[in-house]
């Protein structure tokens, strides 16, 4: 058992929990994202933290703010009860522009001075891999109030010393010089860890280790050399009432386990999620 309360919780819900408290109370627009725990954390952070949040997802080709948020393994539209209003395209890219927009991104490499790479591994002209492109991490990251990253596995493939592809913005002359104002890199958050940047030098810092996490297994699996002080704290540790929420409300049926899942464990989390929807 763990935490002043001794409740004991596992990582999904740790980084869930972290991810939630960094929503501030006059944040306005969060929007939807790939990740169970993403989702997770801006639903409890709507229902906790930030009263004034409003959830944005697409639903047939156009944005909706949506006024709940229940993690469900069934794909489809978005139930009409549940969207308050519709926004186009045009009204979202001016939300984004005027630093009303705030979207936890994934990014495929993140290096030492946060810049990010969404687009390919590789050479450009002869990729090995190719993704889904910048698409909206370029305004993001100028544009946002702030930034953050979430990463479901730390490994040396995804914190590189050096992006193939600049995507996002980092710590870079511009911040520094005052050219760029928005849209700092504020923490990346991982399977093993916290990583904020020092502002100073803007490079990688730790700043905690989650549940049974050690410093070994978060430098052994960074491609670059992290800043580690000499006290590394353990991340917090999620709260009674943000557990009860999690588990009878948000995502009853634990679509927060795939997240961290491995090859091995994927498909039976999967099998038991669906078992447990079909009888709820």
């Not at 408290?21 to 169970?36: C, H, K, M, T, W």
């Not at 944005?56 to 469900?72: D, F, H, N, P």
């Not at 493939?157 to 710590?171: A, H, I, L, M």
């Amino acid at each position: 058992m763990t935490g002043m309360n001794m409740v004991d919780y596992t990582v999904e819900e740790q980084v869930i929990c972290y991810l939630a408290r960094s929503f501030d109370p006059d944040e306005e627009i969060g929007v939807f994202a790939l990740n169970n725990c993403t989702n997770a954390s801006l639903s409890l952070a709507k229902k906790l933290y930030a009263p004034r949040l409003a959830i944005l997802k697409q639903s047939e080709g156009r944005y909706c703010v949506i006024s709940e948020l229940c993690l469900s393994p069934v794909v489809g539209q978005v139930p009409e009860k549940i969207i308050e209003t519709r926004y186009s395209s045009e009204e979202a890219f001016a939300m984004v522009n005027n630093g009303r927009y705030m979207v936890i991104m994934q990014p495929v490499q993140i290096d030492k001075n946060g810049f990010i790479n969404l687009s390919l591994v590789g050479d450009f002209a002869k990729p090995k891999m190719t993704f889904v492109g910048s698409r909206g991490a370029p305004s993001n990251t100028v544009n946002q109030r702030k930034t953050l990253y979430f990463v479901t596995n730390h490994s040396s493939r995804t914190f590189v010393e050096q992006v193939d592809f600049k995507s996002g913005v980092g710590y870079s002359q511009e911040r520094s010089d005052g050219t760029i104002k928005w849209g700092t890199p504020i923490e990346v958050i991982s399977n093993l860890c916290v990583i904020d940047f020092d502002e100073a030098c803007g490079a990688a810092r730790l700043k905690s280790l989650h549940k049974g996490i050690t410093r070994r297994d978060v430098e052994e699996n960074t491609g670059f050399e992290l800043i580690v002080p000499e006290n590394v704290p353990e991340t917090p540790a999620p709260k009674r009432d943000e557990l009860d929420l999690i588990r009878t409300e948000i995502d009853p049926l634990g679509m927060r386990r795939l997240d961290f899942a491995t090859k091995e464990n994927y498909a039976q989390i999967e099998t038991e999620i669906r078992s447990a929807a079909d009888g709820a």
